[in-house]
């Protein structure tokens, strides 16, 4: 008679297709039909990879030599490696324009531009932003930042350093020198926002807020909006301003982008004062708004 055999394998071989165990005394089945490593892994849902054997050393070669080979320079025509650690220098003039007023006033030259040097994580970053007027006149203002510059995450950096800022209108001349702290960087949908604070010698709180976006019509014609809005914490009636929002501008620009360093383009411009501002402006019979027509260049290296 011969014996039964075990209930419990009989059960997995129902379930895995495994063959059952031979009665007593008969010959076990060829190992060709058996399953590989990698089928009997997925069989039984053993993820495991199949084990490794290390392979064995170069002959002739100790394990010290091999790892003094393995220490040595590359060869001659291996890639070089990414240096993280070099010095790096970027100008952007992203305004360099002829301002016509479509109303009464003067044409002006306007510019705004910035740039930086330093590694991936600590720059010197410079802005630097005014206007003149063309028709001959002696009359302008400009502002130039000069801000240590620490990258906060991928796409902000944080800001710190002084801005000096003058002014001048037919031979006077006015000038004053503010703390300045800033968070620059990239928003969420490709925004690029500026945002910086002012501390003046004479104990001003104002601030500046700037957005633009850069819409690709094509590869190389590009629309940019773009905003800016002034605050101040208290009324400065020697500069005109009044206390809460004091001025907003709306631009866009239309440019070519011949390279991606060098795009002429075309673009209006809407700027109109606010609150305690508009009013200090009308009273002393100054225009409280301004509509321009523009004509540029932007250029970076």
């Known amino acids: 008679m011969k014996p039964i055999p075990d209930f419990r394998h009989l059960v997995l071989a129902a379930l895995f297709a495994l063959p059952a165990p031979p009665a007593d005394g008969a010959e076990p089945p060829a190992t060709a039909g058996r399953p ?46 990414v240096p993280d650690d070099r010095i790096y220098a970027f100008v952007l003039v992203e305004q360099f324009e002829a301002r016509f007023p479509t109303g009464a006033g003067s044409d002006h030259l306007g510019w705004e531009a910035q740039g930086w040097i330093g590694g ?57 020198w503010s703390a300045t702290l800033a968070l620059q960087g990239l928003a969420p949908y490709k925004f690029e926002l500026d945002n910086s604070l002012y501390l003046s010698e004479d104990g001003h709180l104002t601030a500046a807020i ?34 809460g929002l004091t001025d907003v501008t709306l631009d866009l620009r239309l440019r070519y982008e011949i390279k ?9 411009r809407y700027r109109f004062l606010v609150g305690e501002t508009d009013a200090i402006a009308e009273s002393a019979g100054e225009d409280t708004e301004e509509f321009l027509l523009l004509a540029g260049l932007r250029f970076a290296f």
């Open 36 to 81: 590989s490593h990698q089928q009997s892994a997925r069989l039984h849902g053993d993820a495991r990879p199949p084990p490794i054997e290390t392979p064995p050393l170069p002959e002739g070669m100790s394990l010290d030599e091999v790892l003094d080979y393995a220490a040595t320079p590359p060869p001659a025509g291996f890639p070089d490696s």
């Open 120 to 176: 991936d994580f600590h720059k010197f970053w410079w802005k630097n932003e005014g206007e003149a007027i063309l028709d001959g006149l002696d009359e302008g203002e400009s502002e130039t930042d000069l801000l240590y510059s620490r990258l906060l995450t991928p796409f902000w950096n944080v800001q710190a350093g002084v801005q000096y800022a003058n002014e001048w209108n037919r031979g006077e001349y006015d000038d004053r």
């Open 210 to 243: 700037e957005a633009e976006y850069d819409v690709r019509i094509t590869q190389r014609l590009v629309l940019q909006p773009r905003t800016e809005v002034g605050l101040s914490a208290q009324d400065v009636p020697e500069r005109g301003l009044g206390a």
């Open 260 to 268: 991606r360093e060098f795009a002429p383009y075309l673009g209006l």
